[in-house]
């Protein structure tokens, strides 16, 4: 648990640079120093979730169309554990910019929080159409995909409980995954 949320703010961490990149050239000029967005990233690394949304809706404000803030504001909704807002933010963000990634690898992660493992694949399996290259989400997709197989040998087992093939086959998929997947 500790090791996926280290790895899930890694992840989160990196993700502001690969989408900030590639929504810069389509959105907006970069930000300055010290604005709403560079204050709200800030506080949004020191974990200050409140004030990083009321900085992130004051840059909103002038910007409604800025995937990076969009983004931004996701993820702090998903910090707060408020992930009908997130995945609200995370689907729209899908539809007017289905060339990234990472909102649905985002909502991906919210799904398979919630337990629609083939929901959560299917995103999967786009963000990386939209990016073969997208690790985060290549991971997520193995993870998805062992947390199927790990359900399936339960299944089995329930079925054939003596059979101890499945009982390690069990074993080793829930060792090998963690309890959710990453958010980048």
């Given at each position: 648990?500790?090791?996926f949320?280290?790895?899930?703010?890694?992840?989160?961490l990196?993700?502001?640079a690969?989408?900030?990149?590639q929504?810069?050239?389509?959105?907006?000029?970069?930000?300055?120093?010290?604005n709403?967005?560079?204050?709200a990233?800030?506080?949004?690394?020191?974990?200050?979730?409140?004030?990083a949304?009321?900085?992130?809706?004051?840059?909103?404000?002038?910007?409604?169309k800025?995937a990076?803030?969009?983004?931004?504001?996701?993820?702090?909704?998903?910090?707060?554990?408020?992930?009908?807002?997130a995945?609200r933010?995370?689907?729209?963000?899908t539809q007017?910019?289905?060339e990234?990634?990472?909102?649905?690898n985002?909502?991906?992660?919210i799904y398979?929080?919630q337990g629609?493992?083939?929901?959560?694949?299917?995103?999967?399996?786009?963000?990386?159409?939209?990016n073969?290259?997208f690790?985060?989400?290549q991971?997520?997709?193995?993870?998805?995909?062992t947390?199927?197989?790990?359900?399936?040998y339960?299944?089995?087992?329930?079925?054939?409980?003596?059979?101890?093939?499945?009982?390690?086959?069990l074993?080793?998929a829930?060792?090998?995954?963690?309890?959710r997947p990453s958010?980048?």
């Amino acid at each position: 648990r500790v090791l996926f949320r280290s790895l899930q703010l890694l992840a989160m961490l990196m993700a502001f640079a690969c989408c900030g990149a590639q929504a810069q050239t389509k959105v907006i000029a970069p930000p300055l120093p010290n604005n709403d967005y560079t204050q709200a990233t800030q506080l949004y690394r020191a974990a200050q979730y409140d004030q990083a949304m009321a900085r992130i809706d004051a840059w909103l404000k002038e910007r409604p169309k800025d995937a990076r803030g969009r983004f931004l504001k996701g993820m702090i909704y998903s910090q707060q554990r408020k992930n009908d807002e997130a995945a609200r933010v995370y689907t729209e963000l899908t539809q007017d910019f289905p060339e990234l990634p990472e909102p649905y690898n985002n909502l991906a992660v919210i799904y398979a929080d919630q337990g629609d493992l083939e929901r959560a694949r299917g995103l999967l399996e786009t963000a990386i159409r939209a990016n073969p290259a997208f690790a985060a989400a290549q991971e997520n997709l193995g993870d998805i995909h062992t947390r199927l197989a790990a359900a399936a040998y339960e299944r089995a087992l329930k079925l054939d409980a003596k059979n101890t093939a499945l009982a390690a086959k069990l074993k080793a998929a829930n060792e090998l995954v963690p309890s959710r997947p990453s958010q980048k």
